[in-house]
């Protein structure tokens, strides 16, 4: 039975659905106004192997500060209902990523506590039209919706688009991992019992 979930949802700044499969090939669809922004969750979707559609639009005559954030939040939420049982998953994951000049690194413990990490020294301020720093708010958006430890940080690098490239890719490649089944494992991976 796939991993799968879709979850939609409007404000007043923003339209969005999402729907995802964690046991896809990493096909995707992306249709959001900030272009590379969807350049980033199509290679997440590739590197991850998740099926991914996200449809997204919002108040981006401001910035797009609610179109990110907001569609962190639903991605977060769909990966949570996909995620619902958690019997016999690796729950850790953790890659590093170079993309050229630049050393990206994520770990991930799927742990039902959203906690975020994030360490990165941008040399600009701006990728094309979009805000660098919504790339962290993005990831917290995530985590704190799908209740997920995660730690980045870019080791080095002076490209933006690299740096940026190589932390998406981590995070998609520490996901992977996290959310594969391990044989031995028998249930739920926790001496709790509960994640």
């Given amino acids: 039975m796939e991993r799968s979930a879709e979850i ?29 922004f969807n350049h980033m969750l199509t290679l997440f979707s590739r590197h991850s192997l998740f099926d991914l559609e996200v ?21 977060g939420e769909a990966f949570l209902k996909a995620l619902e049982g958690k ?18 690194f994520s770990a991930v413990d799927i742990s039902g506590r959203p906690y975020i990490f994030f360490m990165a020294d941008f040399l600009k301020d701006k990728v094309g039209e979009f805000d660098v720093e919504l790339v962290e708010e993005f990831f917290k958006a995530f985590v704190n919706s799908a209740k997920i430890t ?7 690098g002076w490209n933006t688009h690299h740096m940026i490239e190589s932390i998406f890719k ?15 494992e028998k249930g739920i991976p926790s001496t709790k019992g509960i994640l």
């Fill in 8 to 36: 939609s949802r409007k404000t007043a700044e923003t339209d969005i659905r999402v729907r995802l499969n964690l046991d896809g090939t990493g096909q995707s669809l992306i249709q959001t106004p900030a272009g590379f």
């Fill in 55 to 75: 449809r997204a639009a919002g108040d981006c005559e401001v910035d797009f500060h609610h179109l990110v954030e907001d569609t962190g939040i639903v991605l």
């Fill in 87 to 104: 019997e016999s998953i690796r729950r850790y994951g953790s890659f590093y990523v170079p993309m050229d000049e630049s050393l990206g």
């Fill in 150 to 156: 995660l730690h980045i940080e870019v080791i080095r």
């Fill in 170 to 184: 981590s995070f998609a490649r520490s996901l992977r991992e996290a959310v594969s089944f391990d044989e031995r």
